[in-house]
């Protein structure tokens, strides 16, 4: 799979639907954790492998903590170039 | 990709709580080993020995008043009966668990014991007055509730002066990057499927806690080496128990038991994850 904005929010929308943590009003700026879609340090680290799976690379492996949607396909544009 | 649920503290209980009778025993907690030879009713009677020591529990003298005990997290009630036996004392216990409720209170008629008594209530936010609790004791039972603050907090609150606030639990010692948990996310995933979404504190975050709610601190014990071998015996329960508890959890889930008393074993060992027990006193 690619890693455009769409297909990285697929893997994402994808995973938290699994998880039912899915918030109804989620969109590119509601935060991954607390007060958005309340992902704990497991849920990040298995968000992180099927990112990695699915795209080749994700961010929290480079060092990065996104906080949204929004940030991990900044990170993906960012190193697509 | 292991499936996760979302938090639910009771309903995990209750899914599991007549197989956590056979695996972990009739206390369902950890145990204090001596020698590591010793039984684990034995060790499990130990530890709750080092909480009454802690809370400095006595008989209560003919005429006078009983001292009365919030247990925070009472499981199916066999503790709290315990010391309503043992010390003439009054209990309350608390749990989520309707299933808790219903088995501690059907503990309690059986032994013909009035002064145990049990409510679903939420531990952090028991609802009860300011004060009005001579002991307050979380055994085991914080590592699930997420609001470890809270717990404590309503702890000390209803705690009277000259109370004490007494607890044991599954500690962390140290901090783990996520780096790590992504590694092991499996092994963490084994454990939540287990034993549900446990979140583990420092000693020092108890004890430093308890002195900021304004209490003074007077036990923080390690008892990590001394419940090490709780888990040969729980592995020994899976073995004796095989059956029985595949009918009430399935076969995959005593494989996560069995699986996890490994992992937990190996944290114990590696000094990630122990156990502990802190007490502290509301100044009279």
Not at chain 2, 65 to 77: A, T, Y
Not at chain 2, 143 to 151: K, S
Request: overall charge negative; hydrophobic content about 40%.
């Amino acid at each position: 799979m690619s890693t455009s904005a769409t297909d990285v929010e697929q893997t994402v929308i994808g995973f938290l639907t699994t998880i039912e943590k899915l918030p109804e009003a989620f969109g590119p700026s509601t935060s991954l954790y607390a007060g958005g879609a309340g992902l704990d340090s497991l849920e990040t680290a298995e968000l992180s492998a099927i990112l990695e799976d699915t795209h080749g690379a994700d961010p929290y492996s480079a060092g990065e903590m996104p906080q949204t949607l929004a940030e991990i396909q900044a990170y993906y544009a960012a190193n697509s170039a | 990709m292991t499936r996760l649920e979302d938090y639910d503290p009771a309903s995990h209980y209750d899914r599991v709580t007549e197989a956590w009778l056979l695996l972990l025993g009739d206390e369902l907690h950890y145990g204090v080993f001596a020698t590591g030879d010793e039984p684990l009713p034995v060790a499990t009677a130990a530890l709750t020995r080092t909480m009454i020591d802690a809370a400095r529990l006595q008989v209560t003298p003919a005429g006078e008043r009983p001292l009365r005990l919030l247990d925070i997290g009472c499981g199916s009630g066999a503790p709290a009966c315990d010391l309503v036996e043992e010390f003439g004392i009054e209990v309350v216990g608390i749990t989520t668990s309707p299933v808790g409720v219903a088995t501690a209170r059907d503990r309690a008629a059986r032994r013909g014991l009035p002064g145990a008594t049990f409510e679903q209530r939420d531990g952090t936010d028991n609802g009860f007055e300011d004060a009005s609790f001579d002991v307050a004791w979380a055994m085991e039972s914080a590592h699930l509730m997420r609001d470890r603050h809270a717990l404590l907090s309503e702890a000390a609150r209803v705690v009277r002066p000259g109370g004490r606030v007494v607890l044991c639990d599954l500690l962390r010692w140290r901090e783990i990057p996520f780096a790590e948990v992504r590694a092991r996310r499996e092994d963490f995933a084994t454990l939540r499927t287990a034993f549900g979404d446990a979140h583990f504190e420092s000693l020092a975050y108890y004890a430093d806690s308890l002195a900021e709610l304004g209490l003074e601190v007077e036990v923080a014990d390690d008892l990590t080496q001394a419940t090490l071998a709780t888990f040969d015996r729980w592995r020994d329960n899976a073995a004796r128990h095989r059956d029985a508890v595949v009918d009430l959890i399935g076969a995959s889930g005593l494989a996560a038991f069995e699986r996890s008393c490994d992992i937990l074993e190996a944290f114990w060992r590696d000094g990630t994850f122990g156990y502990g027990v802190v007490a502290a006193r509301r100044p009279a």
